[in-house]
């Protein structure tokens, strides 16, 4: 098939007019992937049932007198992360959520208490939603290695509680956040954030804790 000097020419006048468009698409994507390091501090929220919790309780042989718990804590987070674009990041990271504790008076009188400490590290993708030139979405997904370590006082050590025994034990499991971030300068941006962390079996503690926290992140290097 023979082909025209002009059809030549036309190919080669397209091909000349997009090289320039897909060296700035190209310069774009460049100037917005880099390595940055960053922080967050805030609350954690666990779920301790007083209700599951007490018939635990007398399920081991004891009535509950009185039961307080404190499923609030300081929560932080350490992480490395890697724009690819302005769109989608990764993220290692180390986080601890703090510790979950309970009292309780039980008859015959005997104080009995526990507590349970979350801490782990993982991996997050991150899909960021760019709405003007400073404020951005963020939603997450990852996966975490989760250690909760646990441990129980118990005022009668002859008199033991059945059922509620000190361990620690780590697992795979899952999370996810959004939030919003808000570029300060070139360099460094902050965060809101909103966090699920699905966690290891507790004795006492829900499947999940929740976290509300403020971020620095600091840009590393940029092409």
């Not at 042989?61 to 932080?76: A, E, I, M, Y």
């Not at 990271?93 to 400490?117: E, I, K, V």
């Not at 300068?185 to 829900?206: A, I, K, M, Q």
Request: proline share 4%; charged share 20%; with cysteine.
């Amino acid at each position: 098939m023979l082909v025209s000097g002009r059809h030549v020419r036309q190919t080669f006048k397209s091909c000349a007019l997009a090289m320039p468009l897909m060296l700035v698409g190209s310069l774009a994507a460049a100037q917005d992937s880099g390595l940055y390091l960053g922080a967050n501090v805030g609350r954690s929220f666990g779920d301790i049932s007083s209700n599951n919790l007490a018939q635990g309780l007398n399920l081991s042989g004891h009535q509950v007198t009185s039961l307080s718990s404190d499923d609030r804590d300081t929560s932080w987070k350490f992480l490395i992360g890697y724009d690819f674009n302005r769109y989608i990041a990764a993220e290692i990271n180390y986080f601890d959520l703090g510790t979950m504790s309970f009292d309780a008076l039980l008859a015959p009188p005997q104080n009995f208490g526990g507590s349970a400490r979350f801490e782990g590290y993982g991996i997050d993708l991150v899909g960021k939603i760019p709405m003007n030139e400073r404020l951005t979405g963020l939603l997450r997904a990852g996966v975490t290695k989760a250690d909760i370590d646990e441990g129980f006082y118990n005022s009668i050590v002859a008199v033991p509680v059945v059922g509620f025994a000190p361990r620690s034990n780590d697992q795979s499991k899952s999370k996810i956040g959004a939030g919003l971030e808000y570029k300060f300068s070139d360099n460094l941006f902050g965060r809101l954030e909103w966090e699920r962390y699905r966690t290891p079996s507790s004795h006492f503690v829900g499947s999940s804790l929740d976290t509300a926290t403020v971020s620095l992140v600091f840009i590393l290097a940029r092409p």
